[in-house]
């Protein structure tokens, strides 16, 4: 079996990371700075973070590009996997972001309003690069409906369908994301998440919800995830990455683990 990923997440608004309790909050000023994308990224870098994902969260509501500095700046200090969302619109912009220094570009508003992006996408640089993110609601007993700009703006795609429909077209990856779950910490959707998985033959990461180390493990397990994305509990230091990892590991799930080190310091071991 591969190894489950665990990878902290970054939603940056006006140059800085920040969190708050579902979508749509930032015209509302209800979101909380939790600092510097660079330093953060750093700090997960240093923990063993399997991946990195940056998302703009505003970059498609207010038609801003996608922030190619804070790219360029963490890339050149950081060597695990970076993903990077928000804004990207074209093969151009994908590009732009691939070269300042992204393994992968993530579209979710773009992909809506444009099928044909993913496969223009995934023929130019690979489906490997090509992320589609899903924004889910449930809007009733057995449907989720997806939603663009950022949660703002209701489809007519249910998520399922949206999901089948983008690795048709090319994608590499799914990153799932509940709208309901965001920022409570509550627990991710196992339901929508197993149901996505066990749809489409590409990763599937969970998103939205993750408050306790148990949660992780049960969207992996029970909701068939690839991967775990959370932002809160590593932010705020509930737990670091390697914790989560070796609790994974002590559930049976399959992890990469970092090596232990033993560093000399002049008095002994330590």
Avoid at 98 to 111: F, M, Q
Avoid at 201 to 216: Q, T
Wanted: aromatic share 6%; net charge negative.
């Amino acid at each position: 079996m591969l190894a489950k990923r665990v990878i902290p997440c970054l939603d940056v608004h006006q140059g800085q990371v920040t969190r708050g309790v579902r979508f749509g909050r930032a015209e509302a000023g209800e979101l909380r700075n939790v600092g510097d994308p660079v330093e953060l990224a750093l700090r997960y870098n240093e923990q063993g973070a399997d991946e990195l994902v940056f998302f703009d969260i505003t970059a498609s509501a207010e038609g801003r590009a996608a922030m190619v500095q804070v790219i360029e700046r963490t890339a050149e200090q950081c060597f695990m996997p970076l993903t990077v969302g928000g804004g990207i619109r074209t093969v151009e912009d994908m590009q732009v972001m691939l070269r300042a220094g992204a393994d992968k570009v993530s579209i979710n508003t773009a992909a809506l309003a444009n099928p044909r992006l993913i496969r223009a996408g995934a023929e130019k640089f690979g489906s490997q690069c090509i992320v589609v993110s899903i924004d889910c609601k449930r809007v009733g007993p057995d449907r989720w409906q997806v939603f663009s700009h950022g949660g703002r703006r209701p489809t007519d795609w249910e998520a399922v369908a949206w999901a089948r429909e983008a690795v048709r077209l090319g994608a590499g990856e799914i990153v799932l994301n509940s709208i309901d779950a965001d920022g409570t910490r509550a627990g991710y959707d196992l339901q929508i998440t197993r149901r996505v998985s066990e749809a489409v033959g590409v990763p599937v990461v969970a998103s939205g919800g993750a408050g306790s180390l148990e949660h992780m493990a049960e969207v992996l397990l029970e909701g068939k995830a690839d991967a775990v994305l959370a932002a809160s509990v590593f932010h705020y230091g509930d737990y670091t990455v390697g914790q989560v990892k070796h609790y994974l590991a002590g559930r049976g799930i399959p992890v990469r683990l970092e090596p232990e080190i033993t560093v000399f310091d002049g008095s002994g071991l330590r």
